[in-house]
């Protein structure tokens, strides 16, 4: 089947994306590595501190245990679900999370098939073998063969991508109906700028290894995908990077639906211009801010869980 992507075209400058660190224990990664976040100067100019320059934000941490890593990579993993089940992303057994094993490059972790998003704890996720089957070290139990068929392409085509998100909420499915990428409507749109495509040869349910293939292709070298007829698709450096950026999709998604209705009532949109939209997302467009961007999310539902989700 073919696929054809309409990706936006226009130069930003090139975003560094892989794992936080090159330790002893981290060495062979496929990942490249990225600055520490107290070296990185796009992202520590996004807050202020004190005079001497001595509060640093915090980025992605960096593991020098690589089992400790992978431990951390589980509680945010489980933390991004049960975000996902607040934001009313489930549906039945409908859609997933994947996350690359910092351990076994080859393999990664994925929700249990029919499990609420909302009850998801770490011990709960399933690792998987490079051909889908369910291996020892995490939940024995089944998962989504849609989920493997689109994720495990995504993870062969692209070896900087860590995580990759996909459900079917509302607002990102409703606009994957015309078959269009978002506008720059607003600052949050922002956010992907010049990385953002959309697979417009929907096959269906992705039961076939050649779906995923195609949609991996379609995603290209961008942070997310609009799948037409279909939902949304992002991919990040962490599981916190791939979380937030589907939830700020979806809501630019509900966004734009907004500005359409409005728009065929006369009203006319504004469009914010290249420039500005570049400039701004060269700001965003950072893997220790994205994963920032979800700490807030990850520590109400560790409070809210009373600490269950990290079990």
């Given at each position: 089947?073919?696929?054809t992507t309409v990706t936006e075209t226009r130069s930003i400058p090139s975003r560094v994306v892989g794992v936080s660190d090159s330790t002893p224990a981290d060495e062979g990664t496929e990942f490249p590595a990225m600055h520490p976040a107290e070296n990185d100067k796009t992202f520590q100019a996004l807050a202020r501190g004190n005079r001497a320059g001595t509060l640093k934000l915090r980025g992605i941490p960096i593991h020098t245990d690589v089992y400790a890593k992978r431990q951390w990579m589980r509680e945010h993993m489980a933390a991004a679900f049960r975000f996902f089940g607040k934001q009313g992303y489930g549906e039945g057994v409908s859609g997933h999370i994947s996350m690359r094993d910092p351990v076994l490059k080859d393999h990664f972790?994925?929700?249990?098939f029919a499990k609420h998003f909302s009850l998801m704890k770490a011990s709960d996720l399933v690792l998987v073998d490079s051909e889908g089957y369910v291996c020892e070290g995490g939940n024995q139990t089944l998962i989504n063969e849609a989920g493997f068929m689109i994720h495990s392409e995504i993870h062969k085509a692209r070896p900087d991508v860590v995580a990759a998100a996909h459900t079917h909420g509302i607002y990102g499915k409703t606009w994957s109906a015309f078959g269009k990428p978002i506008e720059m409507i607003t600052q949050d749109a922002c956010n992907f700028y010049g990385k953002l495509s959309v697979y417009d040869d929907h096959g269906g349910i992705a039961l076939a290894q050649d779906e995923g293939r195609q949609i991996a292709k379609a995603l290209g070298n961008n942070m997310a995908c609009i799948l037409q007829n279909h939902g949304l698709l992002t991919v990040g450096s962490t599981v916190d990077e791939a979380a937030f950026l589907f939830y700020s999709l979806d809501k630019a998604c509900h966004s734009q639906l907004m500005?359409?209705?409005?728009a065929a009532n006369g009203v006319p949109k504004i469009i914010i211009s290249d420039e500005v939209a570049a400039y701004t997302a060269e700001a965003v467009?950072?893997?220790h801010n994205l994963y920032l961007e979800f700490q807030p999310e990850f520590d109400l539902i560790v409070e809210e869980s009373n600490g269950?989700?990290?079990e």
């Open positions: 089947m073919s696929s972790w994925i929700n249990p500005a359409e209705a409005a467009q950072n893997p269950r989700v990290l």
